[in-house]
Each structure stands twice: as C-alpha cells, then as structure tokens.
C-alpha cells in the first residue's frame, strides 16, 4: 500500500488519503473460493488494515463472517460484509438460495449478491427468472446494504440479457451484477447495453477483467458506484499516486 | 468402474443442453449423470431410461454451512425424487484451518438427511496426508459412501487432482469408502490411470474428447 509519509506536503497528503479513502469505498475487496483458510482470509484483512481504509465491502464465505468481524472489530472504520449464494452458476433451488439469505440476514451480514439461475437464462425462461428474483427482491431487498442479482452477460446475446433485465426490472430489482468473476469478466459494452435499454434503472455492479485504474474510472463514469475486482488495493495505490502527480505531491 | 458424466464444472447449461447430457450417458453407456440441482426438472424426462441421477450440492465453493447443506438436500427431495444419490461440495478451506468439527457435521448431517447414498466432493490434491487420513477417517464413521478427488472446476486456482490422489486417498479409504476421479481426463490413458490407481467411479466432463457424441 502507498506509504503517506513520503509526501512532504502533509496538507496533500491528508486531502489525496481523503480521496482514496472515497475511491476504495466504491470498489470491493476480499477473499473467497473452496480451499481459502483461515491464515489466507487473515492475511487479506491485515493487508486491507494497513491501508486504513474500507472497501464497499468485504467479501468473504459464510464459515468465515465470525472471525472476519472479528478481526475488524479493532478497525478504523466500518466494513461491511458481503456474502455470495449460489455462486457462481446459480444453480442452487429457488428454496435453496432463500434458506441461505435467511442465514446471511441472520448472522448479520451486510451485502450479498445471487446468482440466478444460469439454466432459466440461457433456456429464455424468463418468466421463471422474474419469479426467482420476485420472490429474493420481496423477502430480503430491504435487509441488506445491496441484494444484487448476478448475471452472465459474457455468455449471453444482447437479446438474453435485455430479456433477463426485463424480468429483473418487472420482479422490482435495483442491483444487478453483471458477471460473477471466476474467469467471466464484465465489459464496458454489456453495461452500456443495459444503461441504454433500461435508462436509470438499475444499479449496475460490474465484475470480473477489472485490473487498471482506468477500467474503474471509465465504470464510474458510466454511473457504476458498485465495482467488484480483485486488484482493488493495487488499483487505489494507481489512484493516490495519480492524484498526487496532479495536485504536485510526488 | 462406475462412470458418470458431468456438466456441472461448466458455465454453459440450458435445458437442451441437459438433455444432451443423458442422451450422451446413453450413447455412451455411463452408469449415471451428475447434475445441479436446477437440471433435475430436466432429469425428470429421462427417469426410466437406464441412467441414474447423482445431484450436486453446494457445488463448487462447498461453504455453505452444514445444515443449510442438508437444507438442500432436502428442498431437493421435496422439489424432485430424481436423486439417485447426492455429491456435496465439503467446506476444504475450512476443514484445512483445522475444523475437522465442522467437516464431521456436514458429513453427519448430510448422509442423515436422506437415504441415498452421499459423496462428498474435495480438493485433494490442496491436503496433507494427515488431512486425507482424517478426512477419510470422519466418512467412514459418519457413514459417507464415497470421496471425490477434486470439484474439476477450472476457474479455481487450485493444485489438480490427479491420478496420485486417487492412490492417495484409497491408502486411508480402506474399501469401505468408494473413490471417485474427477478431473480433467482428455485420453483414454488417463482414465486408465485413474482406474489402475484404484479408482472406483471416473466422473467424467460430457465436452471431454473421449465422450463420444
């Protein structure tokens, strides 16, 4: 992470931390994946100490909430926790997926995301996806930070995901993923197709192939203030040291 | 050998894609196909036909709690009576930072939650032998029918199951537990391999080269 005592101008510094502090906050940063231990999910949150700032949100697996908020408890700031259900194919039932939610709202998880069922989309069953999401958007919408949907867009036509949006616009859906990671990445295309076809209504989350400052920045931009990537840190460390070169501080 | 094909490792499913799944087991002559839990409507056209129905549960990350693992076992028996018997996904990560309790329990509850037999899914290729001596150990005593080597899902940054693991796992399986290979099998070779290890199930990936189409 940026050391901050190289600065020389102090005043620069603070307002440039400030500013970072604001950026990471956008993004969300953690660690998750079957063979995760303890030791590798500890060693992420010191890492995410050092910099004294918070992400949107922690990700992490459910056996790990109690010793994550644990290890935060002495922290600087608040920093939520986020959950994923059924991830990342959504194949998990319906009842499934609503078992889980209730868990995560009851050990006191902050954000989640869940995947739809990948099946239902790539079959065009889309009355079956509004359903699913109805049913998650009813029960929990109003429980956590953010319930995001997820879907495939990288392995979907421009037709699917319009239709899949549509299904998630008439079950009362505000967020959407649109890709999980694990190899599927976002672009900056699927975004724009969804802004355009369903102007101002969703709270677009991008995910996965995010690696440079300038992607986070152009998601911004694009009206995305919800961005999953695994270099969030590094991206940050490009983001103080840009905005340093701008104000004059290095 | 028992062998199954598989598409749960792969992101692209549709319902006629499931179909072409058991059309391939028949071709093919597989004894059974293993399909997420959201397949089993389609599953449900092919009862009858010859092929059984293995389900997925927790697949792939495994880290759902235990109950909420018996949880879908059972939403699954009450939404289909498809499932022949059930592959869950076991918490690695978890049981590697030294929680062989709560391996115990997924494994307890899981295999009581319904009478068919129940296989847990692992990464053993990631374990020590200590970890598979203790792993094997608890399925014996909580009644698991089988291991599987690896979740075979490519996304993962993780060391592959192979061949070894196979051999690995059948030094503390003590034929009481079946062992069941699951990877990346590309030539018939491999899969002998995988059997002369002592391998009792292969689960092999439909889009593999060797699955006749």
Not at chain 1, 48 to 54: F, H, S
Not at chain 1, 65 to 72: G, K
Not at chain 1, 124 to 147: C, L, M, P, S, T
Not at chain 2, 78 to 107: C, K, Q
């Amino acid at each position: 992470m940026f050391d901050f005592s190289t600065v020389q101008d102090k005043e620069t510094a603070a307002k440039v931390f400030e500013e970072a502090k604001e950026f990471l906050s956008l993004c969300h940063f953690g660690l998750q994946g079957i063979t995760r231990t303890e030791d590798d999910v500890r060693k992420v949150v010191g890492k995410l100490k050092e910099t004294k700032m918070a992400p949107l949100a922690f990700d992490t697996e459910m056996q790990f909430v109690p010793m994550v908020r644990e290890l935060f408890s002495d922290y600087c700031c608040k920093v939520r926790l986020h959950c994923a259900v059924s991830y990342p194919m959504g194949r998990l039932l319906p009842a499934s997926k609503m078992h889980a939610l209730d868990r995560l709202r009851a050990i006191g998880v902050d954000d989640v995301c869940v995947c739809l069922d990948w099946q239902a989309v790539f079959s065009g069953r889309y009355k079956d996806i509004e359903n699913e999401a109805r049913q998650i958007v009813e029960e929990f919408q109003d429980d956590f930070y953010r319930v995001a949907l997820v879907i495939p867009a990288t392995l979907m036509s421009d037709t699917q995901i319009i239709e899949t949006c549509r299904a998630l616009d008439a079950a009362g859906t505000v967020s959407v993923k649109v890709n999980p990671g694990a190899t599927l990445g976002v672009s900056f295309e699927e975004v724009a197709l969804i802004r355009r076809n369903f102007p101002n209504r969703f709270d677009i989350h991008p995910s996965g192939n995010i690696r440079t400052l300038s992607d986070v920045l152009r998601y911004r931009e694009m009206g995305c203030n919800n961005i999953h990537t695994a270099a969030a840190l590094e991206i940050t460390d490009d983001f103080i040291v840009k905005k340093l070169k701008e104000y004059g501080g290095i | 050998m028992t062998t199954i094909l598989t598409n749960i490792p792969n992101y692209y499913v549709s319902d006629e894609n499931c179909e072409n799944l058991y059309y391939k087991a028949i071709a093919n002559q597989a004894d059974a196909v293993l399909i997420g839990p959201s397949s089993m409507k389609t599953g449900e056209k092919f009862r009858g036909r010859g092929v059984k129905t293995c389900v997925s549960i927790s697949y792939p990350a495994g880290t759902a709690s235990p109950d909420l693992k018996a949880q879908e076992i059972l939403d699954c028996e009450d939404s289909s009576g498809i499932a022949d018997m059930y592959f869950v996904t076991a918490a690695a990560g978890y049981f590697m930072s030294g929680h062989e309790e709560n391996l115990r329990e997924e494994m307890r509850l899981c295999a009581g939650s319904v009478r068919k037999p129940v296989y847990f899914i692992t990464e053993a290729a990631e374990m020590t032998e200590e970890d598979l001596e203790k792993m094997c150990r608890i399925a014996c005593e909580e009644k698991v029918r089988g291991i599987v080597t690896s979740t075979a899902f490519l996304p993962y940054d993780v060391k592959r199951a192979t061949a070894a693991e196979v051999s690995r796992l059948k030094r503390y399986a003590h034929d009481v537990l079946k062992v069941a290979a699951f990877g990346q099998f590309h030539t018939l070779d491999e899969v002998e391999e995988a059997e002369n290890a002592g391998a009792d199930i292969i689960i092999l990936n439909e889009s593999c080269e060797i699955v006749k189409v």
